[in-house]
C-alpha cells in the first residue's frame, strides 16, 4: 500500500488547488463516472480521450468537458492533466495505464486493473517509483450495505467472522439477443474477470487472500464466436480469515445479488441490489423473544431503507442530494477514495490498492483453473474472402444478422440467390456464411462508401437493418439520413428493386375501422414516440427517391414474435418489469402479432413479386390474440409469474404526463407523452392483409395452437 505522498510528491503538486483529471474512454461507465465526480470535492474533469471522437464530443458536451482527444498521445502531450481514469476496453488497462504513470500521472483503472495477477506488480513498481497513486476501481467495496457490515465486524456485533456466501444471480442482455462482441465473452474465463471480480473484491475486503478454490460448473453454451459460456459457477474459497462460497449465474430473468456473512456470535444478510443489511445477534432473552427481537430490529431496518429509498430518489433528482443507489455510492466511496490520494489527504484503502488488485485477480485464475475454464480466446476466425463481383441476381440484405434478417438469409441461400451481406461485426458470422459463398463488407448499413460498393451489380437490396444511434433526440434523424444513404446508393446501383422494412409504428391505429398496406404513415408525426418518428422520416426519404426512379417496396410487419426472440414485445403493452405487463388500454382487442418465420417468407417474396413494385404492405398474421391471453399463454407456456395489468390510455398518459412535469422541474430531460402515441399503441385499428396475401403469397399460421407452440417452444412449422 502506497504511503502518504510527501511534500516534493505529484500528490503534494495538486494540494492547493483542484485535481485537474481527464478520462480516456468514453463508453458507458464513463457517464457514470462523470455524474458521480460531481460530488467529488476539489476534481474538475478537463478532458475526455477516445479514438471514437463523436462519442467522446456528444459526452463532453452533456458534462461541459472542455477538450477532447482522439488519442492518448495528443491527451498527454497536452497536459493540463493530474490524473487519469483507465475506462478502455480491459485489454488495454496494462498499456494506457503504463503510459499515463511514465507521464507522470495518477492513474485509477476500472477493474480489472490488468489482465493477469502477474501483470500488476510492473504497474504498481512503476507507480511507486514516480511517487503516484495507482488505483482499481473495485467500487463493490464501498458498498453501503457492505460498509454497514464492516462497521458491525469491527464493532465486534458478529465475533469471528467465519464464513461469507455470495449470490450473484443476474440477466446478462448480450446473451439473450447474441452480441457476443464485449470482453466477457472474449474467453471461458474473461467472465470472472468482468463480473467475478466484483464479488472477489468483497471476500478478499472481508477474509483476506485466497489460498484454494473448488468449483463446481453448470451448464456450458457456445457461443457464436466459439466461447463455451459457462453459465453458472458455484466456487468455495478457502481464504486467509475465512471460507467463502461463491454462487454465479448469468442469463438469468431474475436479478439477484446477495451476501450472507456468518460469524461465531451473529450473521447479516444483505441485499445488495436494495442496500440493505440486516444483522442478527444472540441476546440474552428466551428463545422466542430472541428471535422475536431479531426479526424486528430487521424488520425496523428494511422499513428504514424502504423510506430511505423513496426519499432519496427525490431528493437525488431534484439534486438535493446524492442518488440513493447502492451502485452509485459504491462508485463515489471508491473515486473519493482515489482522489483523497491523490491529494495526499488520506491513504488509499486496501481495497482497491494494487495488493487487492493482484488478490482479486489471482481468486479469478484460481477459479478459472478449478473450473478448467480457458483464458484462451478461441481461435481467430479466418479472414473472410475479398467480395468478388455481383453474381447474377445478386441480393444484398442490410441488417442480415438480426432476429428477421437471419430467416431471410436461410430462405434465400436455400432458393439458391446469391447474398451478399453488410456487417459490422464479421468474427461474429457463423462459418457457414464464411466460406465464400456469400459476399461480405464490413462496415455500417448507414456508411455511403460501403453502401456504394455492396450494390454494385446486385439486382436487389432488402433493408432491415435499424440505425438509431444512441441519442434518441436524434433517432429520427439518424434512422432518416442511414436509410436515405441506402436508397441513394441503390438509386445509383440501379437496382431492380428496393425492399424496406419498415414497421406498423409507422401508422395511426389510434381510430376504430381497418386499413390496409396502402394506407400512408401518420400524418401527425410530431405526436409520436422517436421510434415511429424514425421509421416515419425513414418511409419519406424513400417516396422522395421513389419520384426519382427507385423502384420501392415498403413493407411493414407488426408484432413479430418467435421463439428465439423478445417475448416481451412492446406491441403488447409498457413492460414494466420483465414480467409485469401494463396494457395500451384493457388488453381485450385483439393483436396483430406475426410469427418472425411468416414474416420473412413475405419479405423475401416482396423482392421478386411483379405486382409489388410501388407498394407498400402491413404484415399481420391470422391468430390475432388479446395482449390478456398472450400474457396468459407466457405464464401457462413459460411457468413464469407473468402478470398484465389492465390501464386506461388517459391513466397511463396522465402518469407519464405526471413523470414529465416531475422531470421538467427538475431540468432532466424527457420527451414529452403525446397522447396520441398512447392511442396508437391500443391496435384500436385492425389491419387487413389481405393485399399482401394476394400480391406477396403471405399465408400466416391460422392454427392458434400451432401459433403458441412456434413462440414458445420452438416448434418448426
Given at each position: 500500500?502506497?504511503?502518504?505522498?510527501?511534500?516534493?510528491s505529484?500528490?503534494?503538486?495538486v494540494?492547493?488547488?483542484?485535481?485537474?483529471?481527464?478520462?480516456?474512454?468514453?463508453?458507458?461507465?464513463?457517464?457514470?463516472?462523470?455524474?458521480?465526480?460531481?460530488?467529488?470535492?476539489?476534481v474538475?474533469?478537463?478532458a475526455?480521450?477516445?479514438?471514437m471522437?463523436?462519442?467522446?464530443?456528444?459526452?463532453?458536451?452533456?458534462?461541459?468537458?472542455?477538450?477532447?482527444?482522439?488519442?492518448?498521445?495528443?491527451?498527454?502531450?497536452?497536459?493540463?492533466?493530474?490524473?487519469?481514469?483507465?475506462?478502455?476496453?480491459?485489454?488495454?488497462?496494462?498499456?494506457?495505464?503504463?503510459?499515463?504513470?511514465?507521464a507522470g500521472?495518477?492513474?485509477?483503472?476500472?477493474?480489472?486493473?490488468?489482465?493477469?495477477?502477474?501483470?500488476?506488480?510492473?504497474?504498481?513498481?512503476?507507480?511507486?517509483?514516480?511517487?503516484?497513486?495507482?488505483?482499481?476501481?473495485?467500487?463493490?467495496?464501498?458498498?453501503?450495505a457492505?460498509?454497514r457490515?464492516?462497521?458491525?465486524?469491527?464493532?465486534?456485533?458478529?465475533?469471528?467472522l467465519?464464513h461469507?456466501?455470495?449470490?450473484?444471480?443476474?440477466?446478462?442482455?448480450?446473451?439473450?439477443s447474441?452480441?457476443?462482441?464485449?470482453?466477457?465473452?472474449?474467453?471461458?474465463?474473461?467472465?470472472?474477470?468482468?463480473?467475478?471480480?466484483?464479488?472477489?473484491?468483497?471476500?478478499?475486503?472481508?477474509?483476506?487472500?485466497?489460498?484454494?478454490?473448488?468449483?463446481?460448473?453448470?451448464a456450458?453454451?457456445?457461443?457464436?464466436?466459439?466461447?463455451?459460456?459457462?453459465?453458472?459457477?458455484?466456487?468455495?474459497?478457502?481464504?486467509?480469515?475465512?471460507?467463502?462460497?461463491v454462487?454465479?449465474?448469468?442469463?438469468?430473468?431474475?436479478?439477484?445479488?446477495?451476501?450472507?456473512?456468518?460469524?461465531?456470535?451473529g450473521?447479516?444478510?444483505?441485499?445488495?441490489?436494495?442496500?440493505?443489511?440486516?444483522?442478527?445477534?444472540?441476546?440474552?432473552?428466551?428463545?422466542?423473544?430472541?428471535?422475536?427481537?431479531?426479526?424486528?430490529?430487521?424488520?425496523?431496518?428494511l422499513?428504514?431503507?424502504?423510506?430511505?429509498?423513496?426519499?432519496?430518489?427525490?431528493?437525488?433528482?431534484?439534486?438535493?442530494?446524492?442518488p440513493?443507489?447502492?451502485?452509485?455510492?459504491?462508485?463515489?466511496?471508491?473515486?473519493?477514495?482515489?482522489?483523497?490520494?491523490?491529494?495526499?489527504?488520506a491513504?488509499?484503502?486496501?481495497?482497491?490498492s494494487?495488493?487487492?488488485?493482484?488478490?482479486?485477480?489471482?481468486?479469478?485464475e484460481?477459479?478459472?483453473?478449478?473450473a478448467?475454464?480457458?483464458?484462451?480466446?478461441?481461435?481467430?476466425?479466418t479472414?473472410?474472402?475479398?467480395?468478388?463481383?455481383?453474381?447474377?441476381?445478386?441480393?444484398?440484405?442490410?441488417?442480415?444478422?438480426?432476429?428477421?434478417?437471419?430467416?431471410c438469409?436461410?430462405?434465400?441461400?436455400?432458393?439458391?440467390?446469391?447474398?451478399t451481406?453488410?456487417?459490422?461485426?464479421?468474427?461474429?458470422?457463423?462459418?457457414?456464411?464464411?466460406?465464400?459463398?456469400?459476399?461480405?463488407?464490413?462496415?455500417d448499413?448507414?456508411?455511403?462508401?460501403?453502401?456504394?460498393?455492396?450494390?454494385?451489380?446486385?439486382?436487389?437490396?432488402?433493408?432491415?437493418?435499424t440505425?438509431?444511434?444512441?441519442?434518441?433526440?436524434?433517432?429520427?434523424?439518424?434512422?432518416?439520413?442511414?436509410?436515405?444513404?441506402?436508397?441513394?446508393?441503390?438509386?445509383?446501383?440501379?437496382?431492380?428493386?428496393?425492399?424496406?422494412?419498415?414497421?406498423?409504428?409507422?401508422?395511426?391505429?389510434?381510430?376504430?375501422?381497418?386499413?390496409d398496406?396502402?394506407?400512408?404513415?401518420?400524418?401527425?408525426?410530431?405526436?409520436?414516440?422517436?421510434?415511429?418518428?424514425?421509421?416515419?422520416?425513414?418511409?419519406?426519404?424513400?417516396?422522395?427517391?421513389?419520384?426519382?426512379?427507385?423502384?420501392?417496396?415498403?413493407?411493414?410487419?407488426?408484432?413479430?414474435?418467435?421463439?428465439?426472440?423478445?417475448?416481451?414485445?412492446?406491441?403488447?403493452?409498457?413492460?414494466?418489469?420483465?414480467?409485469?405487463c401494463?396494457?395500451?388500454?384493457?388488453?381485450?382487442?385483439?393483436?396483430?402479432?406475426?410469427?418472425?418465420?411468416?414474416?420473412?417468407?413475405?419479405?423475401?417474396?416482396?423482392?421478386?413479386?411483379?405486382?409489388?413494385?410501388?407498394?407498400?404492405?402491413?404484415?399481420?398474421?391470422?391468430?390475432?390474440?388479446?395482449?390478456?391471453?398472450?400474457?396468459?399463454?407466457?405464464?401457462?407456456?413459460?411457468?413464469?409469474?407473468?402478470h398484465?395489468?389492465?390501464?386506461?390510455?388517459?391513466?397511463?398518459?396522465?402518469?407519464?404526463?405526471?413523470?414529465?412535469?416531475?422531470?421538467?422541474?427538475?431540468r432532466?430531460?424527457?420527451e414529452?407523452?403525446?397522447?396520441?402515441?398512447?392511442?396508437?399503441r391500443?391496435?384500436?385499428?385492425?389491419?387487413?392483409?389481405?393485399?399482401?396475401?394476394?400480391?406477396?403469397?403471405?399465408?400466416?399460421?391460422?392454427?392458434?395452437?400451432?401459433?403458441?407452440?412456434?413462440?414458445?417452444?420452438?416448434?418448426?412449422?
Amino acid at each position: 500500500m502506497p504511503s502518504t505522498p510527501s511534500s516534493n510528491s505529484p500528490a503534494a503538486i495538486v494540494a492547493g488547488r483542484q485535481t485537474r483529471t481527464a478520462l480516456v474512454g468514453s463508453g458507458f461507465i464513463a457517464d457514470v463516472h462523470l455524474q458521480v465526480l460531481r460530488s467529488v470535492p476539489n476534481v474538475q474533469v478537463v478532458a475526455l480521450c477516445d479514438p471514437m471522437l463523436a462519442r467522446a464530443e456528444r459526452l463532453a458536451k452533456k458534462h461541459g468537458i472542455a477538450k477532447v482527444f482522439g488519442s492518448l498521445d495528443e491527451l498527454l502531450a497536452a497536459g493540463g492533466v493530474d490524473a487519469v481514469h483507465v475506462l478502455v476496453p480491459p485489454t488495454l488497462h496494462a498499456d494506457v495505464a503504463g503510459q499515463c504513470l511514465a507521464a507522470g500521472l495518477h492513474v485509477l483503472v476500472e477493474k480489472p486493473l490488468v489482465l493477469r495477477a502477474s501483470e500488476v506488480e510492473p504497474l504498481q513498481a512503476q507507480a511507486a517509483a514516480a511517487g503516484l497513486v495507482l488505483a482499481v476501481n473495485h467500487n463493490q467495496t464501498f458498498h453501503p450495505a457492505l460498509r454497514r457490515l464492516v462497521g458491525h465486524l469491527a464493532a465486534g456485533r458478529l465475533g469471528r467472522l467465519e464464513h461469507v456466501a455470495l449470490q450473484h444471480h443476474v440477466p446478462l442482455r448480450q446473451l439473450q439477443s447474441g452480441d457476443v462482441g464485449h470482453f466477457m465473452f472474449g474467453s471461458e474465463a474473461n467472465i470472472l474477470t468482468e463480473q467475478g471480480v466484483h464479488l472477489f473484491s468483497m471476500v478478499f475486503a472481508l477474509l483476506g487472500a485466497c489460498r484454494s478454490v473448488q468449483a463446481i460448473t453448470g451448464a456450458r453454451r457456445l457461443l457464436p464466436n466459439g466461447v463455451s459460456f459457462v453459465t453458472e459457477w458455484l466456487l468455495h474459497l478457502q481464504c486467509e480469515r475465512g471460507t467463502a462460497s461463491v454462487r454465479m449465474a448469468f442469463g438469468k430473468p431474475w436479478l439477484e445479488t446477495t451476501l450472507q456473512a456468518i460469524g461465531s456470535d451473529g450473521g447479516a444478510l444483505l441485499d445488495l441490489q436494495r442496500g440493505s443489511c440486516w444483522l442478527r445477534r444472540k441476546t440474552r432473552w428466551l428463545e422466542f423473544l430472541d428471535t422475536s427481537k431479531n426479526l424486528a430490529c430487521g424488520a425496523m431496518h428494511l422499513a428504514g431503507r424502504a423510506v430511505g429509498s423513496v426519499a432519496g430518489y427525490a431528493l437525488g433528482l431534484f439534486k438535493l442530494a446524492f442518488p440513493d443507489d447502492p451502485f452509485l455510492r459504491g462508485m463515489r466511496g471508491s473515486l473519493r477514495a482515489f482522489h483523497a490520494a491523490v491529494r495526499g489527504g488520506a491513504q488509499l484503502p486496501d481495497s482497491v490498492s494494487p495488493a487487492a488488485a493482484h488478490a482479486v485477480l489471482d481468486m479469478c485464475e484460481r477459479s478459472a483453473q478449478a473450473a478448467n475454464a480457458s483464458v484462451v480466446p478461441p481461435p481467430t476466425p479466418t479472414p473472410l474472402p475479398t467480395p468478388g463481383v455481383a453474381r447474377a441476381g445478386e441480393v444484398v440484405v442490410l441488417g442480415g444478422t438480426g432476429f428477421l434478417g437471419r430467416r431471410c438469409v436461410q430462405r434465400l441461400r436455400a432458393a439458391g440467390d446469391h447474398v451478399t451481406l453488410v456487417v459490422r461485426k464479421p468474427d461474429l458470422l457463423p462459418a457457414e456464411l464464411r466460406d465464400g459463398s456469400v459476399r461480405v463488407f464490413v462496415g455500417d448499413a448507414a456508411d455511403a462508401r460501403v453502401l456504394a460498393a455492396a450494390f454494385v451489380g446486385a439486382a436487389t437490396v432488402l433493408h432491415l437493418a435499424t440505425a438509431a444511434g444512441d441519442d434518441p433526440a436524434t433517432v429520427p434523424l439518424v434512422m432518416a439520413a442511414a436509410v436515405r444513404a441506402a436508397g441513394e446508393a441503390a438509386l445509383a446501383a440501379k437496382v431492380q428493386r428496393f425492399v424496406y422494412t419498415s414497421s406498423t409504428a409507422a401508422l395511426w391505429l389510434g381510430a376504430a375501422g381497418s386499413m390496409d398496406g396502402s394506407a400512408g404513415t401518420d400524418p401527425v408525426p410530431s405526436a409520436r414516440s422517436a421510434y415511429a418518428r424514425g421509421k416515419i422520416a425513414a418511409e419519406n426519404e424513400l417516396l422522395g427517391l421513389r419520384a426519382l426512379g427507385l423502384p420501392l417496396v415498403i413493407v411493414r410487419p407488426a408484432i413479430v414474435v418467435g421463439h428465439d426472440g423478445i417475448a416481451e414485445h412492446s406491441g403488447v403493452g409498457l413492460w414494466v418489469r420483465d414480467n409485469h405487463c401494463v396494457g395500451w388500454g384493457h388488453g381485450r382487442l385483439p393483436l396483430p402479432f406475426v410469427l418472425a418465420d411468416d414474416c420473412a417468407d413475405a419479405l423475401v417474396a416482396a423482392l421478386r413479386a411483379p405486382a409489388a413494385l410501388g407498394k407498400s404492405y402491413n404484415l399481420a398474421g391470422d391468430v390475432r390474440l388479446s395482449a390478456r391471453e398472450y400474457v396468459e399463454a407466457m405464464a401457462t407456456r413459460t411457468g413464469r409469474d407473468y402478470h398484465f395489468h389492465a390501464t386506461p390510455l388517459w391513466w397511463m398518459w396522465l402518469q407519464e404526463y405526471g413523470k414529465y412535469l416531475v422531470k421538467a422541474m427538475a431540468r432532466r430531460s424527457r420527451e414529452w407523452p403525446a397522447f396520441r402515441d398512447f392511442a396508437s399503441r391500443a391496435f384500436r385499428t385492425q389491419l387487413d392483409c389481405s393485399d399482401a396475401k394476394r400480391d406477396l403469397q403471405f399465408a400466416p399460421e391460422r392454427d392458434r395452437a400451432r401459433f403458441l407452440a412456434q413462440v414458445f417452444d420452438g416448434t418448426p412449422r
